[in-house]
């Protein structure tokens, strides 16, 4: 199976960043796309940002020119560096690696990320 491990939320004031990790490991075979998701209060979980095997990526229009999305396939790792953060953006954020090869999407636990006014 695969694990997924996000870390590097917090409590950050509006304005301020933040640098999220999914680290993955297990039985991964190539390189797979990968993203992040997250679910506020009360709200849907909804896309944040999408990176391909290929690095081709993706953002929700919300955090657009705010949020980078990369990933480190010598580490097995993913990030997604958030800048400018407003409350808003507070949730859980969680990391998702899609294994076409056996037909399963993977999912983190998920980091908590509150953004204070």
């Known amino acids: 199976q695969v694990q997924l491990v996000e870390s590097g939320g917090g409590l950050v004031q509006a304005g301020g960043s933040l640098r999220l990790s999914c680290a993955a490991s297990?039985?991964?075979?190539?390189?797979?796309?990968m993203g992040w998701y997250r679910q506020a209060p009360g709200k849907q979980r909804e896309l944040v940002a999408v990176i391909t095997g290929g690095g081709r990526t993706n953002y929700a229009d919300s955090v657009k020119d705010r949020f980078t999305i990369s990933r480190d396939n010598t580490k097995n790792t993913v990030y997604l560096q958030m800048n400018s953060l407003k409350p808003e953006d507070t949730a859980v954020y969680l990391c998702n690696l899609d294994a076409p090869q056996n037909g399963m999407r993977y999912w983190g636990k998920g980091t908590l990320v509150t953004v204070s006014s």
């Open positions: 297990g039985r991964i075979f190539g390189i797979n796309d």
